[in-house]
């Protein structure tokens, strides 16, 4: 949710640094974007409602030369995406500018109390609250003495950068939940909402802790932390390329990331599996720890929330430990109980979610271990999570997930695996098939253009029903999510034996339906399904075991090759992303940032 990013250089020019750093950023939110500029002769800002092209038409009028500046993209939360609403904002005097992500939760009463002392508002933002309250202070102080005073009015998850032309060397930056992070250059530091805004320049980064307030010179970086104590945060090397956070000649991120799955789950199981065994360790547990807890809580949002299914239906499968998966926006309010024989264990490609963190936060109180597998190093559900795996998918830009997910469920799956290992269940079949998979993928890919093609067919239809049984219906989960997000087409899954209970009465001529049928023990229920959906009209789009034979009454018949079948949502998901994909560009729609939505979802 917004993104932001910070210049302070010895004299090279910060424009388009910060310009460079919001492309980058645009994923988190793209319905505005700004950026000022600040030097001894005040602040230079320019800012608009739209995409960050329709900002870098308004650049050419701002000053070049000037060395320090901030800027931000937004996804909005208080106040529409207009030209007065989007960041930076300034103080009465034009003096200092700041930029936002989160939510100030006070702020109606600062804006009031605000007014009151004869402040003019031009916003109808949280947001705008900070640089009246840092005008407010810099009376008496310098700027990082007012932020200082200034954050200890602010109630809610936020981080903010200042800049003031009083003191144009600086950025004061501050977190407070919502992530930020410095860059570490040599003739200039820098910050953003995650590495990918200055990884062009620098891959030695400092990540601010909750509560942390960050002072950036040229030449220096000082942070300090609630207490106002100077601390030193570790300096870790981020191994992402800037490569990766980029479209490599792809039409879309969303294709680029799609296509990269096989190469992407040989890197997430590199190391993972010795001896044909899972090493428990490098998905970051030990044997003596899994051995202690008799329930498994998963918690996660959207994608993430399928990938939790398929993990459930693994671990109890393979290792019969009962595991609950939530929502975890809902999860955070129905006062779960947790005791230190639950694992919590939460998924998040971002790991930012707010929702998702907050229930890592309860399950923390009451006792629980956490354990998180997200994408995200460093990231705030991984430094609150007792232990952690990546996926190590690499950067995931289009907000709708592709490898992440299908990491998500690899990482489960050597959990599953490792879970089982402790109750005498070995099972080397699963784990050949794991190691079989980056192959298999590249074959499903081969498919491509096919899909393309039925893909066609599918855009100009609407209400599309997605089913399956088992894993199937899992996977049927994400794949309508796909298909809704990006194409903005309406799609729902269902158990595709729980039609007749009612759903059926909407089959009819031309209907469209996508059924996956990738599990041999209910191979012929999910075919009786589909010739149920046949017999009312509809045109069914199959997903299966390239086993079942091609004379099926399927009208789009896409086949998938079937290594071990626990192991087939990871293959099935790659022709679902795809049929989303190629609708929603065969109508036109803006895939890598479809509306309303951003990648990291960072309020409630
Ligand atoms: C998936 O395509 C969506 N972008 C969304 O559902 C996402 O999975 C969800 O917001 C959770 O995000 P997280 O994995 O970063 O926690």
Redesign the pocket.
């Given at each position: 949710m917004c993104g932001i990013v910070g210049f302070v250089g010895e004299k090279d020019d910060a424009l388009p640094f910060i310009f460079n750093g919001l492309k980058h950023l645009e994923y988190r939110g793209y319905d505005s974007a700004g950026i000022a500029l600040a030097s001894r002769s005040g602040i230079a800002i320019r800012k608009t409602q739209g995409k960050l092209a329709a900002l870098g038409e308004l650049l050419e009028a701002l000053p070049s030369g000037i060395p320090c500046g901030i800027g931000h993209t937004r996804w909005a939360t208080h106040g529409r995406p207009t030209n007065e609403n989007a960041h930076p904002h300034v103080d009465c005097q034009g003096e200092i500018a700041t930029v936002h992500n989160g939510i100030i939760e006070n702020f109606h009463t600062l804006r009031e109390e605000l007014i009151a002392k004869g402040h003019h508002f031009q916003s109808d933002t949280d947001t705008e609250v900070i640089p009246h309250l840092l005008e407010e202070y810099q009376g008496a102080e310098d700027l990082v003495g007012a932020v200082r005073r200034a954050e200890t009015r602010l109630e809610g998850s936020y981080a903010f950068l200042a800049i003031s032309s009083r003191d144009p060397d600086r950025i004061v930056a501050v977190r407070r939940t919502s992530p930020l992070i410095i860059g570490l250059g040599t003739t200039a530091n820098y910050l953003g909402s995650d590495f990918s805004a200055f990884l062009s320049a620098t891959k030695q980064a400092q990540i601010l802790e909750n509560g942390d307030m960050a002072v950036i010179t040229p030449h220096s970086v000082m942070i300090t932390d609630q207490s106002g104590a100077v601390v030193d945060r570790p300096v870790i090397t981020v191994d992402w390329d800037i490569k990766q956070a980029e479209r490599g000649g792809h039409p879309h991120f969303m294709l680029k990331e799609i296509i990269e799955q096989p190469d992407v789950w040989g890197d997430c199981l590199l190391g993972r599996i010795r001896d044909n065994e899972v090493v428990t360790e490098e998905i970051g547990l030990t044997s003596e720890r899994l051995a202690r807890y008799q329930r498994i809580q998963i918690v996660?949002?959207?994608?993430?929330y399928h990938a939790g299914l398929i993990g459930k239906s693994l671990i109890e499968r393979l290792a019969r430990i009962p595991v609950n998966v939530d929502v975890a926006s809902e999860f955070r309010y129905a006062h779960p109980i947790l005791n230190k024989d639950t694992m919590v264990l939460a998924v998040?490609?971002?790991g930012?979610?707010a929702d998702?963190l907050a229930c890592l936060r309860l399950a923390r109180e009451q006792g629980a271990f956490t354990y998180s597998i997200t994408n995200t190093v460093g990231s705030t559900v991984a430094r609150e999570s007792d232990a952690v795996a990546y996926t190590l998918a690499g950067p995931e830009i289009a907000?709708?997930?592709t490898k992440?997910y299908t990491t998500q469920i690899l990482v489960l799956t050597l959990l599953a695996l490792s879970l089982a290992k402790l109750k005498g269940r070995e099972h080397p079949e699963l784990i050949k098939g794991l190691l079989q998979l980056p192959l298999l993928g590249h074959k499903v890919l081969n498919g491509k253009e096919d899909i393309k093609r039925m893909a066609a067919r599918m855009a100009d239809t609407h209400d599309v029903f997605y089913i399956g049984r088992g894993l199937d219906y899992a996977l049927a989960m994400e794949g309508q999510?796909?298909l809704k997000?990006i194409s903005y087409l309406h799609a729902e899954a269902y158990a595709a034996g729980e039609l007749k209970h009612g759903t059926l009465a909407l089959i009819q001529e031309g209907v469209p339906v996508v059924a996956i049928i990738t599990q041999k023990d209910v191979w012929e229920k999910a075919v009786s399904n589909i010739l149920e959906v046949k017999a009312r009209g509809a045109r069914v789009w199959g997903i299966v075991d390239d086993r079942l034979p091609a004379s099926l009454p399927i009208d789009h018949y896409i086949p998938i090759p079937i290594g071990h079948a626990l192991l087939a949502p990871v293959l099935a998901a790659i022709p679902l992303q795809l049929l989303a994909y190629y609708t929603a560009v065969a109508r036109g729609e803006d895939v890598d940032q479809p509306r309303n939505?951003a990648?990291?979802?960072t309020v409630e």
């Open positions: 996660a949002a959207g994608t993430a998040s490609q971002s930012e979610t998702t907000v709708a997930s992440a999510l796909k997000e939505l990648k990291s979802v």
